[in-house]
Nanobody, 126 residues
Framework: QVQLVESGGGSVQPEGSLRLSCSASGVTTINEYSMAWFRQAPGEKREGIAALSNSDSLSVSYKDSVEGRFTISRDSDKNTLYLQMNSLRPEDTGIYTC?????????????????WGQGALVTVSS
């Protein structure tokens, strides 16, 4: 069974940076999986913010509001997905969750993903 565990959340001031990690276990290699980051802001629905397809295509997609500030990447040797977040804004506050699915997808929709982590809280505030 695939298990995903996020780390790296915390509190940061506006314009600061954080890097989230999502460690995958129960997989041979994350290269077989397409993976994504989702965010749920307080009182809001969960939304996809960044997705990275499996090694067959490595296509990437971002939510408009984070493109140019956030970067999704993975280290297949460590079976870990990352989200580098720069120039953080208060509206980036929320619970960040990683998700995975076998095969090719760079979807930002929840229904495209099979496996989910528990989430990590990111708070952006002065």
């Amino acid at each position: 069974q695939v298990q995903l565990v996020e780390s790296g959340g915390g509190s940061v001031q506006p314009e600061g940076s954080l890097r989230l990690s999502c460690s995958a276990s129960g997989v041979t290699t994350i290269n077989e999986y397409s993976m994504a980051w989702f965010r749920q802001a307080p009182g809001e629905k969960r939304e996809g913010i960044a997705a990275l397809s499996n090694s067959d295509s490595l296509s990437v997609s971002y939510k408009d509001s984070v493109e140019g500030r956030f970067t999704i990447s993975r280290d297949s040797d460590k079976n870990t997905l990352y989200l580098q977040m720069n120039s953080l804004r208060p509206e980036d506050t929320g619970i960040y969750t990683c998700a995975a699915t076998r095969g090719k997808s760079n979807s930002l929709y929840s229904f495209a993903y099979t496996f989910w982590g528990q989430g990590a809280l990111v708070t952006v505030s002065s």
